[in-house]
């Protein structure tokens, strides 16, 4: 009775190491976050029905739209906590491991399209491209402080689209809306003279079944077992493959050059970016220029996380949804007018194949406060 009791309040109350997706590059240049409707918070989605899957909770609204050509290569970074950027961090840590899909979806206005009113198609994806050991698409992330890359369609239509980035964090998917969703759109404008406009699905919508039907597939799985193979949750990529399952170890060369990561966010959208991959289908007539940054599914290599925390400033606070404590924490311990500090994670590890519960301060010395509103 005591296990169940704790499983059932660990399937509600799990809510350690969130993260958003943050910051965007284009062929090597950095656009931090000047095209990204930004979320409120770093918490996950978990109602596969709710307009809150397409671009996350209320995201704050952005005026920049990002320019990208056909052929070119963008990359979406992901972190635990607003504006961070360090490689010393997970970019989702807590064992939150699945897939990562990138999706687009063509409109009229970027800056004020309503995303689940948008036809959307899947661009890129990647799951489990290693069972020896299991290894997921989120340890791609974490392998390369938090970066993915991927290339735009060389025949799309130009105009304005939204850019969605996806990570589903399966660790607790073993029950229905056990499965997290963190998910952030980004603002681009696609140039060129392509013509291609694939078929698209709804968001929310194209997961309503896998979460209710498909025990051991996509979305209601449980990954504490060994995975063979893994149906990536969506509809087929556009114009790319996704990487099949290899029975070899994942390499573990990073391909993202975290010496080179910046501190800074920048929230102007760059002005001079190298042209993308020229394509007979598409008309682009850019230069090739060095792309600096890695394809999505080269081997990677594992950023060991740190222990170190930020030092505590005299009368600091912590700013809205940002981390005001835990084991280990030494930043602020207040939060800045109007929210509170919040124990967010009571335990997070439900492992039914083993009937057993773990609570993360207990067994892994982690924990987790989040300023939320008071």
């Avoid at 698409?137 to 390369?144: A, R």
């Avoid at 980035?165 to 952030?184: D, K, N, R, T």
């Avoid at 090739?288 to 600091?316: L, Y």
């Avoid at 194949?353 to 008071?374: A, E, H, N, R, W």
Wanted: overall charge negative; some cysteine; proline content about 10%.
């Amino acid at each position: 009775m005591y296990y169940s009791l704790v499983a059932a309040a660990c399937l509600i109350a799990s809510a350690s190491a969130h993260a958003t997706f943050q910051d965007l590059w284009i062929n090597g240049v950095d656009a931090g976050s000047s095209c990204v409707r930004l979320p409120l918070s770093n918490n996950p989605v978990t109602d596969v029905t709710s307009d809150d899957l397409t671009c996350n909770v209320t995201p704050t609204p952005s005026s920049g739209v990002c320019p990208v050509l056909p052929g070119d290569q963008v990359t979406v970074e992901m972190h635990q906590q607003p504006g961070d950027r360090s490689c010393a961090d997970e970019a989702i840590g807590g064992d939150h491991y699945g897939p990562i899909n990138i999706y687009l979806a063509a409109v009229d206005d970027a800056t004020t399209a309503d995303g689940p009113s948008a036809s959307w198609f899947k661009i890129s994806e990647i799951g489990l491209p290693s069972d020896n050991p299991d290894y997921w698409g989120t340890e791609v992330l974490n392998d390369n402080c938090g970066h993915y890359t991927f290339t735009i369609p060389p025949d799309i239509k130009p105009g304005n689209y939204l850019l969605r980035a996806e990570v589903i964090a399966l660790h607790v998917a073993s029950s229905v809306g056990g499965a997290q969703f963190y998910m952030s759109c980004y603002q681009i404008n696609i140039g060129g003279t392509g013509t291609a406009s694939p078929a698209g699905v709804s968001i929310p919508g194209v997961y309503i079944d896998l979460s209710i039907h498909d025990p051991f597939l996509g979305i209601l799985i449980n990954i504490y077992q060994q995975l063979d193979t893994y149906d990536i949750p969506g509809p087929t990529p556009y114009g790319t493959t996704s990487p099949t399952v290899a029975s070899a170890p994942w390499p573990t060369t990073a391909t993202w050059n975290t010496a080179l990561q910046p501190s800074t966010v920048p929230t102007v959208v760059p002005t001079s970016i190298p042209g993308g991959v020229p394509s007979s289908s598409s008309g682009n007539s850019g230069t090739t220029a060095p792309i600096s940054t890695p394809t999505s599914v080269a081997p990677s290599t594992t950023i060991t996380p740190t222990t170190s925390a930020p030092t505590s400033t005299s009368g600091a606070a912590s700013g809205a949804y940002a981390q005001c404590g835990g084991i280990g924490w030494t930043g602020p311990s207040a939060c800045v007018a109007g929210f509170s500090c919040v124990v967010t994670n009571a335990c997070e590890y439900f492992l039914p194949f083993k009937l057993t519960v773990f609570l993360i301060s207990d067994m892994f010395g982690i924990d987790y406060s989040q300023c939320v509103p008071s």
